[in-house]
T-cell receptor
Framework: EAGVAQSPRYKIIEKRQSVAFWCNPISGHATLYWYQQILGQGPKLLIQFQNNGVVDDSQLPKDRFSAERLKGVDSTLKIQPAKLEDSAVYLC????????????????FGAGTRLSVL | GQQLNQSPQSMFIQEGEDVSMNCTSSSIFNTWLWYKQDPGEGPVLLIALYKAGELTSNGRLTAQFGITRKDSFLNISASIPSDVGIYFCAGRNTGGFKTIFGAGTRLFVKA
C-alpha cells in the first residue's frame, strides 16, 4: 500500500514570497491533516479535512495560510506571504476517518516538506 | 489549550541498556499513541493504546495507558543503534478527534 506522498521535499524562499505544498493521502482515507513542525517541537495541527470539508482550522493563521482539498483526495497548503517564523517542516497525514474510533482513526504521515524562509 | 508534557527531553545511553520515557497531561485522553521520527522523515506509529490500564508490546517496545487516562509511558528494552531518533507521544481527547503531540524525547544510543 502506497503511503502519504508529499512534494516538494525541500523549499527555500525569501520572506514575503509565496509557497505551496502538495499532499496525496493514502488511497481511501477520508481524513487529511496538515501539521507544522518547528525544529525541536512536536507536530502542531494546522488544518484537518474530512473528505473536502474542513473539520478544524482553529490553529491555521488564516491571514497568510490557506488550504484546500477540492475533490476530497489531494490537498494543497499555501503560505502567502511567508515570514521567517514559518520556517518548519510541513507534514501531511491521513486516516481512514475522523468519525471512526480506534485503529481506523490512526494517522499515517508523509515525509514532510522542509521550508526555509530567508 | 491542551498540552502534553513529555520527559525526558533527551537521553544518551549505551547500546543494550533499557530506556523509559513518559508523557503526562492535565486532560483525559481516550487514546494514547507513540510515534518515532527519524531525521528527514515523518513520524511512524509504534504503538496505539485505547483503554486505561492497557499494556501493549511491539517487539522490544512496551507502552502502557495510565489508569488515570492522563499519562502513558514507553519502554525500550536492550536498545540498539537503530533506536536513535525522536519519540513522540500523542493523545486524542474524549469527545473530539484532535490529536495533541508532545515535544518529543530525543534518544541517542552509543554503540
Amino acid at each position: 500500500e502506497a503511503g502519504v506522498a508529499q512534494s516538494p521535499r525541500y523549499k527555500i524562499i525569501e520572506k514575503r514570497q509565496s509557497v505551496a505544498f502538495w499532499c496525496n493521502p493514502i488511497s481511501g482515507h477520508a481524513t487529511l491533516y496538515w501539521y507544522q513542525q518547528i525544529l525541536g517541537q512536536g507536530p502542531k495541527l494546522l488544518i484537518q479535512f474530512q473528505n473536502n470539508g474542513v473539520v478544524d482550522d482553529s490553529q491555521l493563521p488564516k491571514d497568510r495560510f490557506s488550504a484546500e482539498r477540492l475533490k476530497g483526495v489531494d490537498s494543497t497548503l499555501k503560505i502567502q506571504p511567508a515570514k521567517l517564523e514559518d520556517s518548519a517542516v510541513y507534514l501531511c497525514a491521513s486516516s481512514q476517518s475522523t468519525r471512526l474510533a480506534g485503529a481506523k482513526n490512526i494517522q499515517y504521515f508523509g515525509a514532510g516538506t522542509r521550508l526555509s524562509v530567508l | 489549550g491542551q498540552q502534553l508534557n513529555q520527559s525526558p527531553q533527551s537521553m544518551f545511553i549505551q547500546e543494550g541498556e533499557d530506556v523509559s520515557m513518559n508523557c503526562t497531561s492535565s486532560s483525559i485522553f481516550n487514546t494514547w499513541l507513540w510515534y518515532k521520527q527519524d531525521p528527514g522523515e515523518g513520524p511512524v506509529l509504534l504503538i496505539a493504546l485505547y483503554k486505561a490500564g492497557e499494556l501493549t508490546s511491539n517487539g522490544r517496545l512496551t507502552a502502557q495507558f495510565g489508569i488515570t487516562r492522563k499519562d502513558s509511558f514507553l519502554n525500550i528494552s536492550a536498545s540498539i543503534p537503530s533506536d536513535v531518533g525522536i519519540y513522540f507521544c500523542a493523545g486524542r481527547n474524549t469527545g473530539g478527534f484532535k490529536t495533541i503531540f508532545g515535544a518529543g524525547t530525543r534518544l541517542f544510543v552509543k554503540a
